[in-house]
């Protein structure tokens, strides 16, 4: 399985805003997007899951076009995590996440059982299950983000996008969806694609990064190769020091002192 994102140039009106995109996910891989605001992550995320159609170059799954997919075979390959979860009707959390069964019933289809145990399976994956009565509009933001990711994984995709998926949360939480991210790439080989604000939580948590800038990729690789004090103060304009933890060699950046 391989997500190849190719040459890939979309904008808003006559405004370009991402040029010349191209990177590589495989099966199992955590590939964290950074850079800094307006860079153009949350665009590109667009791009991928088809809410603006890139003007120029294609994205595919394992060779075959995600742009021309039926809506139906698309929402069965890719999933979705928005910026914002927010959800005004009382719903129960479990009927928020057997609406990501959608894809895969027929029109006016309900629901089987083993639609449910697809729910009640993702619900325990993400550490959720005990909320599936709660309405969601009385859930925390970081329960219905978990919430959210198991409707995600109901849909039973191969590759899952999330956009900022830990802002606003508490460190508890932002954990917890980081090591989710990472089990679900481990343990059921998705490949994940999330735009990480926090470069510290990037670093320990995934495969690899992509690092934008001005709608661009300017690094693309490891952690070492991506987080360089250097790459930082050319594309964030911020002094840094990037360190290493003693045991797991793991980059963290802390502001210079000036
Ligand atoms: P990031 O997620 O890195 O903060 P975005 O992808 O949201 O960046 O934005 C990239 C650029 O596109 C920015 O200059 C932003 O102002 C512009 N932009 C974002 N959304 C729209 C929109 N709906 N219409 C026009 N321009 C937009």
Known sequence: MTLEIKGVDAYYGSV???EGVDFKAQQGEFLGVVGPNGSGKTTLLRAVSRILK?????VLLNGSNVLEMKDKEFSRNFAAVPQDTTINFEFSAL???LMGRNPHLGRLELE???DIEIARRSMKLTNCWHLAERPVTELSGGERQLVIIARALTQQ????LLDEPTSHLDINY???IMQLLRRLTLDEGLIVVAVIHDLNLAAIFCDRLALLHKGRIAALGTQEEVLTAENIKRIFGANVVVSRLPQTNQCYILPAKT
């Open 157 to 160: 995709p191969k590759v899952l």
């Open 174 to 176: 932002q954990i917890e």
């Open 16 to 18: 370009k805003v991402l």
């Open 95 to 97: 009927d928020i996440v």
């Open 54 to 58: 890139p003007r120029v170059g294609t």
């Open 112 to 114: 089987s059982e083993r």
